[in-house]
């Protein structure tokens, strides 16, 4: 059982940063995740990490822009948020309890735990 707490979601003007935090406490994850769901839209992917974080995987659009990481020392997954676009305003959620090898696509189907989520608001 992975449970996942999420942090650091808020209010922010195009263009500026947040840096959103997951913790995760019980069995580790070998891929954690990050998805975001906008009002009136699917929940959608955002991106992925392995175990060592030698493997990432974002969407297209958010490359160049977010940055996933983690510190499994802390059990913590990190997305950092830059240029920020209204676009981007969604709740965030946290996944774990992914799959055991690391891949280029994924669906909420391939995780078993999420978080609460955090609320993303980019205000033009």
């Known amino acids: 059982q992975v449970q996942l707490v999420e942090s650091g979601g808020g209010l922010v003007q195009a263009g500026g940063s947040l840096r959103l935090s997951c913790a995760a406490s019980?069995?580790?994850?070998?891929?954690m995740g990050w998805f975001r769901q906008a009002p009136g839209k699917e929940r959608e992917f955002v991106a992925a990490i392995n175990w060592s974080g030698s493997h990432i995987y974002s969407a297209d659009s958010v490359k160049g822009r977010f940055t996933i990481s983690r510190n499994n020392a802390k059990n913590t997954v990190y997305l950092q948020m830059n240029s920020l676009k209204p676009e981007d305003t969604a709740v965030y959620y946290c996944?774990?309890?992914?799959?055991?090898?690391?891949?280029?696509?994924?669906?909420?189907?391939?995780?078993?735990?999420w978080g609460q989520g955090t609320q993303v608001t980019v205000s033009s």
């Open positions: 019980g069995r580790s994850s070998y891929v």
């Open positions: 996944a774990g309890n992914g799959p055991e090898t690391f891949r280029y696509y994924y669906t909420e189907a391939d995780f078993a735990s």
